[in-house]
């Protein structure tokens, strides 16, 4: 069994995208189930625990994303850091999830900056006054690993974000970025951990390299053989 967990805090499920968001998070539920051809277990985070993981014998472990600004989680995240830091279990962190997993590891996320006076970008109506990285876009991948496999030099990946980790937690290497973001997929080969600051999960026919990074990485975690 797999696990994926949702990173939304209760705060986002009653503004507008709040219906949205739960509507993904069940579709993407079928695609990491049919992906590692394996049960995958929905858990909001709040009931995410080393307890849940060893109980249910959690194969790999998928963060989701967030709407919400880091600050807003107080203390909840407590059970998920330990969950991160035990190492007991390989996880993917998307997006939101991947920040989660760096700030577990005591590397700080930031917002990538603030927006000219004369910049324009995708959605500003999204994080108004900042800069953001928005839409369907390449990453220029700057190593050789496994988990890239058959993406070739400039796999497109769906990106939605205005925070960053500048740098990473100690024992993860990056291997893929952006003009914007220069930490986009960052792994790290012992705990057998990665992050992306994209969202791989969003894959579509037309551009499908989520789903292929996502399958090297269950490949990669022992999850397929």
């Known amino acids: 069994m797999i696990l994926f967990v949702d990173l939304e805090h209760f705060s986002a499920h009653d503004k507008p995208h709040g219906d949205l968001v739960l509507g993904w998070r069940t579709k993407l539920t079928y695609r990491l189930q049919d992906i590692a051809q394996q049960t ?34 107080g203390d909840t995240l407590s059970d998920l850091y330990d969950v991160v830091r035990n190492q007991s279990v390989p996880i ?86 952006t003009a914007v973001t220069e930490n986009q997929l960052a792994i790290n080969e012992t705990a057998k951990q990665i992050g992306t600051q994209f969202h791989p999960e969003y894959y579509t026919d037309t551009h499908p390299a989520g789903r292929t990074l996502i399958e090297n990485f269950c490949r990669w975690s022992g999850i397929l053989s």
């Open 40 to 73: 995958c277990l929905l858990q909001h985070y709040t009931a995410v625990d080393q307890e849940l993981i060893d109980s249910h014998e959690i194969e790999a472990v998928f963060l989701s994303g967030s709407s919400t600004d880091p600050d807003q989680y």
């Open 92 to 177: 993917f962190g998307f997006c939101g999830g991947f920040q989660f997993m760096m700030d577990a590891y005591g590397s700080p996320i930031e917002r990538i900056g603030p927006l000219g006076e004369d910049e324009e970008k995708e959605f500003p109506e999204y994080m108004p006054g900042w800069k953001t990285e928005t839409g369907y876009h390449p990453v220029k991948v700057t190593g050789d690993h496994e988990l890239v496999r058959g993406l070739g030099p400039d796999p497109v990946f769906r990106h939605f974000h205005g925070w960053e980790v500048p740098n990473l937690a100690d024992g993860f290497a990056n291997i893929a970025s």
